[in-house]
Every structure is written in C-alpha cells, then in structure tokens.
C-alpha cells in the first residue's frame, strides 16, 4: 500500500483528505483538523498532492512542499464542474486523477517574495 497522490480540501478548520494508490484504488479517506494536518502529511511518503487553488492553498502548499511533497495547484474553474455538494463534505474532495490530467493545474509557489524586497525595489 504506498499513496501515490492525495486530494486535499482545504477549509478554515477541518479538511478532508482522500488518497490513492499507483493502481488508483482509494487508500485513506480522512476528515482532519487543522491541527492534525501536517502530523499526517509528515507520517506519509513523499507523494503528489493536488488542492483546489485558494488563498489558503498557498500557504499548506509551501508547508507541505517543506516535508517532501510536490504540490499541485488546480484552478477553482477547472473543479467547479466536479463539485456536487457543499464544502467540506467527504465527496467534495478533488478526485485525485484530475490532477494529473488538468492543464489548468500549477505547482505551488516555492517561496513568496519578501515585503521588505518589494519595498526597496520600488524605492
């Protein structure tokens, strides 16, 4: 049993987790806290993790592309069409295999530029 890609739902305090394996068979289908979250993400191997672009997705992004994981970023236009109930509800989770074939998906953005850098540039 070895997850090769994990759908995350982000919300402010619970978030719903949904992975599979290299066969596309579901492995774990999770409801977590916030404060569970990178517990979770640090027991696991390092695998790809999609998410529905938002603000919050950048920072758990960044978080968790500093444990090993590569991140992808799908645009709320190419998800809409997949989301039948109201959020934070199991079945809301991205599937794991639009991911992959979206072209609208990006990686995480490594780091953020400074306010500090940005200040001095424009002085």
Same mark, same amino acid.
């Given at each position: 049993?070895?997850?090769?890609?994990?759908?995350?739902?982000?919300?402010?305090?619970?978030?719903?987790?949904?992975?599979?394996?290299?066969?596309?068979?579901? +492995?774990?289908?999770?409801?977590?806290? /916030?404060?569970?979250? !990178?517990?979770?993400?640090?027991?696991?191997?390092?695998?790809? +993790?999609?998410?529905?672009?938002?603000? #919050?997705?950048?920072?758990?992004?960044? #978080?968790?592309?500093? !444990?090993?994981?590569?991140?992808? !970023?799908? #645009?709320?236009?190419?998800?809409? *069409?997949?989301?039948?109930?109201?959020?934070?509800? *199991?079945?809301? +989770?991205?599937?794991?295999? !639009?991911?992959?074939?979206?072209? /609208?998906?990006?990686? #995480?953005? /490594?780091?953020?530029?400074? +306010?500090?850098?940005?200040?001095? /540039?424009?002085?």
């Amino acid at each position: 049993m070895s997850i090769t890609m994990i759908g995350l739902d982000t919300a402010k305090s619970v978030f719903q987790v949904h992975a599979v394996d290299s066969a596309g068979q579901v +492995v774990i289908r999770r409801k977590l806290q /916030r404060d569970e979250l !990178l517990t979770f993400f640090e027991r696991q191997g390092t695998c790809t +993790v999609a998410m529905e672009a938002c603000g #919050a997705a950048h920072h758990w992004g960044r #978080a968790l592309t500093g !444990l090993g994981h590569t991140v992808r !970023l799908i #645009a709320p236009e190419a998800v809409r *069409p997949f989301v039948k109930t109201r959020p934070a509800m *199991p079945s809301r +989770v991205l599937p794991s295999k !639009l991911a992959m074939t979206c072209p /609208r998906s990006v990686p #995480a953005r /490594r780091s953020s530029t400074s +306010v500090g850098n940005v200040a001095s /540039r424009s002085a």
